[in-house]
């Protein structure tokens, strides 16, 4: 154990230099061996110097300076500035398709990018945008399925779903009851309106292009024996004008209001107003919700 410990001495050395230094936050000669020494890696003074020189040497961006006899290390820069990990780690707060859960998760990701003396200020200092997250917790693998299949030229396979006025999953059906299987050419996804929304080409459809929302997809396979065809390919130069119209607010006095809509618009107000909203039926085609706005 201890010899493999040795084996991947520098890479342990280079981790905790890049995580936990900077400018402002150098660590000493002595405590960096002592580090080592805890994580099973026989180190001392004079080998330690040895292994940082070997590593300056070979292209390692790794600074130092004498201070009361004693020698300090930092790594001066990380892969992305302060003010760039903060504009990564608001998009994740603001958007509103990565549930809470997976939002948590994603910051301290982005956070611990800037290391660990800038995380801890980077999360002190988060902003509560107050957005209405959706509560589909599978959607990072669903776009890691459509994102795959996109590099790879291959064809997907999904169910789709709505939601009812109780918040709950209504799959789209075939005739006989049976859950319907979506097979589709992902051309690519798109961020539109606080939403990921998959662009796609159906042969049975070719003059147009189809477009579905991520978090409302299920179950999504690659399907591996398929290739694109020539007609979806060519509709990744048509992305740049593919958009969505949805329903807006605008800015005012903040009233309690009543709106009576066709059930098909179920999906659109939970949308805007979040999935914890009240709803009731008034008949078999129309829902009433009391909203805040």
Do not use: W
Not at 7 to 12: A, G
């Amino acid at each position: 154990m201890a010899a493999n410990m040795q084996k991947i001495k520098l890479l342990k050395l280079y981790e905790l230099l890049r995580k936990e230094t900077d400018e402002s936050h150098p660590i000493s000669r002595v405590e960096l061996c002592r580090r080592l020494n805890e994580m099973g890696i026989s180190s001392n003074v004079r080998t330690l110097s040895l292994d940082i020189e070997v590593m300056q040497d070979n292209g390692f961006e790794i600074m130092s300076y004498l201070k009361d006899k004693e020698k300090f290390y930092y790594v001066p820069e990380h892969e992305l500035t302060v003010p760039e990990i903060k504009i990564l780690i608001d998009a994740v707060q603001a958007a509103s398709f990565v549930t809470e859960k997976k939002t948590a998760e994603l910051v301290e990701k982005v956070a611990a990018l800037g290391g660990s003396h800038q995380a801890e200020l980077l999360k002190e200092n988060m902003v509560c945008f107050n957005t209405r997250k959706h509560t589909n917790e599978s959607i990072l693998y669903t776009v890691d399925g459509i994102e795959d299949a996109i590099i790879r030229r291959k064809k997907i396979a999904f169910n789709y779903f709505h939601l009812n006025e109780k918040a709950e999953r209504v799959f789209v059906t075939t005739s006989t009851g049976e859950k319907k299987r979506y097979y589709v050419e992902p051309v690519a996804l798109i961020f539109n309106e606080d939403n990921y929304y998959l662009m796609a080409y159906s042969n049975r459809h070719p003059e147009r292009t189809a477009s579905y929302r991520v978090d409302r997809m299920d179950h999504l396979e690659v399907v591996e024996e398929s290739v694109l065809s020539d007609e979806a390919i060519a509709k990744i130069d048509g992305v740049a004008e593919f958009t969505e119209q949805a329903f807006k607010m605008f800015s005012g006095d903040l009233e309690d209001v009543v709106l009576q809509f066709d059930k098909s618009l179920i999906g659109p107000v939970f949308d805007k107003f979040g999935e914890d909203t009240a709803m009731m039926p008034i008949n078999d085609t129309t829902c009433a919700a009391t909203v805040h706005v």
